[in-house]
Structures are given as structure tokens and as C-alpha cells.
């Protein structure tokens, strides 16, 4: 059993990948105690190749690197094969554009329990110049980290933290047999974590040096436009499922939470562009 399970699904991969691989490679946290699972999805050749011998070459431990291969495409599902096959106390999700600072592991698993989501502090930089932008998750980080010098988070004061995966640290117990819906082309962060929310007791911040850096690719698909049509109909059926969810257990569901997340869904249907981040 290890302390952490970092997973990192990934599709065709570029450069970009191996300068996420660098970053998790690069971490304070013990090696020996991080277990890391790739999930090549909907490709194998050349690219299996090339992360064999990228592994062998750089990994600290290379038995703690596990690479698996699936003609399925798909990131819902490439997670899911993951936690399926993942022995860590905890989950951490990076996609494989992202970068991690070397106190994140750390950071994370020493904040963590096992009824605790543990958020980080996330920054969004541009792929070509580098340049830093505010995003809406580092809004929430500095909100929250505000809010509770006041009093411990709750889910529907914490709930901007809870819309993505990436930047989270997840208890596997929590998790359970969870996993993420693999008919959700977007949204499917936010519903996966609602699952999990009637048996999180806590929400905490990580300690301002455990950050995670998203990389804004205007070919990634969090950033893809989509037709009026698709968005609204994107938008009520996210609703319809957050309805759902909470009616199939109202008494242990908080309906402040589930309520704002049914508006948060209805309202993208008239926002100008989609963004996940």
C-alpha cells in the first residue's frame, strides 16, 4: 500500500507530458511511498515506446511506475481503469499538461485524513509565453483561505473547490466504488466529487507551496468552443443528473450544495464560452 497514487491519463502525448512526468518525479515526498499510474488511452505506438524508455531513464523508483494501454478513448474512462488498480491511501489527479510543484505531494498527503478533501492553490499559465492568469479556481483557493480564518469550510462554502479534480487530494476510502461518468464530455469533474460528498466532513487548504499549474492550451478540450445548441443542452443535463443524485438520497444530501450546483449547470447555458477552468 502506498500514501499516494498520483494518476495521469494521457492521449497522443506531446512535450508536454514529460514536463508533467519531470515535475511528479521531482517531488519532496518520499518516492518510495508514491505510486504513479499513466493510462495511455485511445493510442499505443510510438508513444508507448517512448514513455517505457522516458520511465526507465528518469523514475527514482521504477517499480512504483505503472503504464497501462487502452484502445478506448476517452479521460473518464482512462481514470477510472486507474482507480480500478490504484493502492494508494490517496488519489491525486494531474492531467498531463499540468505541473506540479515539488512541496505539492507532500503538501497534499500531510493535509490529508480520511474524510478530508484537501484543495490546493492553483495557477494558469500560457503554453507559449508563460505568462500567469488569475483563474477561477485560484479565486476560490483565496476566498476559502479567507473564509476559514473564520470558521471550518462546509460543502456549500467550499463548493467553488469542489469542480474539479486536479489540485484535489481524494481519500480512496472516500472514493470507494465511485468512479466518473464516461458519457460526460464536460462537467464530469464536478459530478464525479458530488458523489463522494456525503461522506466528506472536511474541506482543507494546502499549504501555499503545494501548487498545481494548469496549462492553457487553446487546443485542449476544456477550452473547445461549443454550438449554442450542444452548451444548452450540455448545460440542463448536467442539472438533470445533480437533480437526480440528490433525490436519490435526500436525507443525507445538503440541499444548498446540490441547489447550487443545479444553477451553476443551468447558468453555463448562457454564459459566452464554456470554461472548466
Known amino acids: 500500500m502506498y500514501k499516494a497514487s ?6 497522443k ?3 508536454y507530458l514529460y514536463e508533467c512526468l519531470d515535475s511528479i518525479f521531482a517531488q519532496t515526498f518520499p518516492a518510495c511511498d508514491l505510486e504513479l499510474i499513466i493510462v495511455l488511452n485511445g493510442c499505443c505506438e510510438p508513444y508507448r515506446g517512448e514513455l517505457v524508455r ?16 487502452t484502445d478506448a478513448p476517452g479521460v473518464s474512462n482512462a481514470r477510472n481503469m486507474a482507480l480500478d488498480i490504484a493502492c494508494g491511501e490517496y488519489v491525486l489527479f494531474v492531467d498531463d499538461d499540468d505541473i506540479i510543484s515539488p512541496e505539492y505531494v507532500r503538501g497534499m498527503v500531510n493535509s490529508s485524513s480520511e474524510d ?3 484543495a490546493a492553490r492553483l495557477r494558469l499559465f500560457d503554453d507559449v509565453t508563460g505568462e500567469e492568469f488569475h483563474t477561477n479556481l485560484t479565486n476560490a483557493y483565496d476566498i476559502a483561505r ?6 471550518p469550510l462546509t460543502l456549500f462554502s467550499g463548493r467553488r473547490l469542489l469542480s474539479a479534480v486536479g489540485g484535489k487530494s481524494l481519500p480512496m476510502q472516500l472514493i470507494g466504488e465511485n468512479r466518473f461518468k464516461t458519457n460526460l464530455s464536460l462537467g464530469e469533474d ?3 466529487i458530488t458523489q463522494l460528498t456525503k461522506n466528506i466532513k472536511h474541506i482543507v487548504l494546502a499549504p501555499e507551496d503545494a501548487v498545481y499549474s494548469v496549462r492553457k492550451r487553446e487546443d485542449s478540450a476544456s477550452r473547445a468552443k461549443l454550438s449554442a445548441r450542444k452548451q444548452i443542452g450540455m448545460a440542463v443535463s448536467l442539472a438533470w443528473i445533480y437533480f437526480c443524485m440528490y433525490l436519490t438520497d435526500i436525507k443525507n444530501n445538503d440541499f444548498k450544495f446540490y441547489a447550487s450546483r443545479i444553477a451553476a449547470s443551468l447558468l ?3 454564459i459566452k464560452r464554456y470554461r472548466t477552468v
Open 6 to 11: 498520483v494518476i495521469v491519463p494521457t492521449y
Open 13 to 15: 502525448p506531446r512535450a
Open 54 to 69: 522516458y520511465i526507465e531513464k528518469n523514475a527514482p523508483v521504477k517499480e512504483n511506475v505503472r503504464l497501462i494501454q
Open 116 to 118: 478530508t478533501v484537501v
Open 146 to 151: 479567507d473564509e476559514i480564518r473564520n470558521r
Open 190 to 192: 464536478s459530478v464525479f
Open 268 to 270: 453555463k447555458a448562457f
